[in-house]
């Protein structure tokens, strides 16, 4: 495929692509692969996944599945060892019985080793509400409302005298029957029926079941110590935690609740390692350094946009440590900066910084509160290990009083405490080897070790390391974004085929790639877009019905003018002087370029004013600083006032002194960074040079 150039432009639902014959500079091929996109839309337009109800049904089979099996396993066993007959029908007799009276007498009298098995069968069958504090946190409403049921339950038993669950559900009524869910025609059935219901409805915990096996046991041992022996107490239950399971055995054999190690993603840098979680708090660490060191201050006043100083670092580093968040007027309190100071995370949707989370949920009053800061710090990394690895209440209360040496209502505290979910991109050992090169005030990402943590820790960019040479594309890899993945499947579709049509990639080919931005979004990311875009869409609709009303023709450029001139709040920014409807839309009123657009190569809403006609040609082909600094200062402070009351992104722009194009190809590569570095990390094993959009923008600069 000697001096071919092949041209991809990637979107969320179809691919673009061209064979160009560079020596004859015409396109050989050409076509576009429409495909449905990754995701499934509910009615209101939200992503759903494609498998989410295969899943779900998939993970009731696998629940029914396992309860059955555990069942049949428990009756097989009591039959083995003679707690249960072997015959059919006696089986059935035995099985009929009401447990309810025998669970009562059990605690007292001497059972046959058939009721005794009836026990333990239905024991088996209703075991009760395992707690999963993870699930709790989710589901908090609903938690509180069903744990404050279980707990008036607990009283109830303890007014009524009864000493078990079973001996206070056979006090309710010596007749019920629990065979009979349903009403029928004679008043003893229909008692019976309600009563059933009122049981089946009653929210129970397992440690209720629990404590009346326990009770039962040694109740009924002293009769037949040779049948009820230690090792089947293990096999019906056993206590203690081992690997996936909570406990083990027939009865309250529990498997633990939490998503399976093969899921957690592969770390970018350590592929042999998983993710680290959100919620580690050398995560934490990271997270908050990486996003100070990031930092941009802009003083409109001063007319200069600069990083922070060591002292500012420092105080915002200790300042955010100590919190969950800070609102970026705290920060500017704290750094004692002017109010006209802006940072350059501060938008219209962002009002704060994240600080050190789990420090702060376990510092609060409603964790641990003031001693978590005279904690060593292992036995701190060692709390939070406990409350991120541990889904079982009772067994992470116990590990934190005897391994962590916590009181009971410190490590009730802790437990109630919600920690951030999810993962980071980095496993620890990589975020371990990085945090001291961000301590130092380095970006993560930069050019090489003199700026850049990734390359001071020994680590390569993405797009500097090597891969195997193929003819053809392999499988795509397994990416948690389902537009991504999708996409990457399509693109080997057509690279693999455009291989068998035109001979594979040599040194000299190029593979050119345009990316739609949606396609790198998260999935709460490209909510966000959505609900931006409705709004956008909303505003629009809106300025064309005023700009009917007054007169006008409702087109796209006279939408643009009229949502700049709501902006500006109706006035010149370069003046200040009132800009009428009519002036507007009558011919004196232009549209400007804050920064020049051949310079700046920006033609976006954000690069644009409306102003005075004669106050454009005034500009000129020239930054609002370069404009007035020197030749009329007191007008340049002036428009630094009147600009201050515009969005960030758009102030800077009357500050900046230079147009440096490096940075404007830096923002247009950070719109498509992710999937840009996936394809071409994808497509480098052919072999050809990969061109993406930086390198086309840097080529034609």
């Given at each position: 495929m000697a001096g071919f150039a092949l041209g991809l432009d990637i979107g969320s639902s179809s691919i673009g692509w061209a064979v160009l014959n560079k020596g004859e500079q015409r396109i050989v091929a050409a076509g576009v692969r429409v495909y449905p996109e990754g995701v499934d839309r509910d009615q209101?337009?939200?992503?759903?996944?494609?498998?989410?109800?295969?899943?779900?049904?998939?993970?009731?089979?696998?629940?029914?599945?396992?309860r059955t099996h555990r069942k049949r396993e428990l009756r097989q066993l009591l039959i083995q060892i003679g707690l249960l007959p072997d015959a059919t029908d006696a089986l059935n007799e035995v099985l009929a019985l009401n447990p309810y009276p025998l669970r009562a007498r059990a605690l007292d009298e001497k059972l046959s080793p058939s009721e005794i098995?009836?026990?333990?069968?239905?024991?088996?069958?209703?075991?009760?509400?395992?707690?999963?504090?993870?699930?709790?946190?989710?589901?908090?409403?609903?938690?509180?409302?069903?744990?404050?049921?279980?707990?008036?339950?607990?009283?109830?038993?303890?007014?009524?005298?009864?000493?078990?669950?079973?001996?206070?559900?056979?006090?309710?009524?010596?007749?019920?029957?629990?065979?009979?869910?349903?009403?029928?025609?004679?008043?003893?059935?229909?008692?019976?029926?309600?009563?059933?219901?009122?049981?089946?409805?009653?929210?129970?915990?397992?440690?209720?079941?629990?404590?009346?096996?326990e009770e039962i046991w040694k109740a009924q041992r002293r009769h037949y110590p040779e049948l009820l022996t230690d090792d089947l107490r293990i096999r019906l239950y056993n206590p203690i935690a081992d690997g996936d399971w909570v406990c083990k055995g027939f009865i309250f054999g529990q498997r633990k609740m939490y998503w399976p190690k093969s899921v957690v993603g592969r770390c970018e840098l350590e592929p042999r390692l998983k993710?680290?979680?959100?919620?580690?708090?050398?995560?934490?660490?990271?997270?908050?350094?990486?996003?100070?060191?990031?930092?941009?201050?802009?003083?409109?006043?001063?007319?200069?946009?600069?990083?922070?100083?060591?002292?500012?670092?420092?105080?915002?580093?200790?300042?955010?440590?100590?919190a969950k968040e800070r609102s970026f007027d705290q920060i500017r309190k704290k750094l004692n900066l002017a109010d006209h100071v802006s940072f350059n995370y501060e938008r219209a949707e962002r009002k704060k910084l994240k600080g050190h989370e789990t420090d702060a949920g376990l510092g609060a009053k409603t964790g641990i509160g003031k001693d978590w800061e005279s904690l060593s710090e292992p036995r701190k990394d060692a709390i939070v290990d406990i409350l991120i690895n541990e889904d079982h209440e009772e067994v992470a209360l116990q590990r934190l009083m005897t391994e962590c040496d916590l009181s009971n209502e410190e490590a009730q505290c802790a437990l109630g405490v919600n920690l951030p979910d999810g993962y980071m991109s980095y496993s620890r050992q990589a975020i371990e080897k990085l945090l001291p090169h961000l301590e130092r005030g380095l970006h993560l990402m930069a050019e090489d070790a003199r700026n850049s943590a990734l390359h001071a820790a020994g680590y390569l960019r993405p797009d500097e390391r090597e891969v195997g040479q193929r003819q053809f594309l392999p499988p795509a890899p397994d990416l948690p974004n389902p537009l991504v993945r999708q996409a990457i499947v399509e693109v080997r579709k057509i690279v693999n085929g455009v291989i068998r049509e035109f001979g594979k990639f040599g040194r000299d080919d190029a593979i050119h790639v345009e990316l739609?931005?949606?396609?790198?979004?998260?999935?709460d990311e490209r909510k966000q877009i959505r609900f931006d875009n409705a709004s956008r869409e909303g505003q629009r609709e809106d300025a064309a019905n005023e700009i009917q009303r007054m007169g006008f023709k409702a087109s796209r450029a006279s939408i643009n003018r009229y949502l700049l001139w709501r902006e500006q709040e109706e006035y010149c920014v370069y003046c200040g002087k009132k800009i009428s409807q009519a002036q507007l839309f009558g011919g004196d009123v232009d549209i400007d370029h804050i920064l020049p657009r051949w310079r700046s190569l920006d033609n976006s809403m954000a690069n644009k004013a409306v102003c005075h006609r004669s106050c454009n040609d005034d500009k000129g082909d020239r930054t609002p600083r370069e404009w007035l600094e020197d030749a009329d200062?007191?007008?340049y402070e002036r428009v630094l006032r009147l600009a201050d009351g515009l969005p960030y992104n758009k102030?800077?722009?009357?500050?900046?002194?230079?147009?440096?194009?490096?940075?404007?190809?830096?923002?247009?590569?950070?719109?498509?960074?992710?999937?840009?570095?996936?394809?071409?990390?994808?497509?480098?094993?052919?072999?050809?040079r990969i061109i993406t959009p930086r390198g086309q923008m840097t080529a034609e600069l």
């Open positions: 209101q337009g939200g992503e759903k996944s494609k498998s989410a109800q295969r899943r779900t049904a998939r993970g009731m089979r696998r629940q029914i599945a396992r098995g009836r026990i333990l069968v239905h024991l088996g069958h209703r075991r009760g509400f395992l707690s999963n504090r993870k699930a709790d946190r989710a589901r908090a409403k609903e938690a509180k409302g069903m744990l404050a049921e279980i707990s008036a339950l607990a009283s109830t038993i303890e007014g009524a005298g009864c000493r078990t669950l079973g001996e206070y559900l056979n006090s309710i009524d010596h007749a019920f029957d629990h065979r009979h869910r349903n009403p029928e025609p004679t008043e003893m059935a229909r008692r019976r029926g309600r009563l059933a219901d009122t049981v089946r409805r009653l929210h129970t915990r397992r440690d209720m079941y629990i404590e009346e096996f993710r680290c979680p959100k919620a580690d708090r050398a995560a934490q660490r990271f997270r908050l350094l990486q996003e100070v060191n990031n930092i941009r201050i802009t003083d409109a006043l001063a007319r200069v946009e600069r990083s922070l100083t060591d002292d500012e670092r420092s105080t915002l580093i200790n300042y955010l440590s100590k739609a931005r949606e396609a790198k979004k998260s999935l200062p007191v007008r102030r800077r722009k009357f500050i900046q002194k230079d147009i440096v194009l490096e940075d404007f190809v830096e923002r247009q590569l950070k719109d498509t960074q992710y999937i840009t570095r996936l394809v071409t990390q994808y497509l480098k094993c052919l072999g050809a």
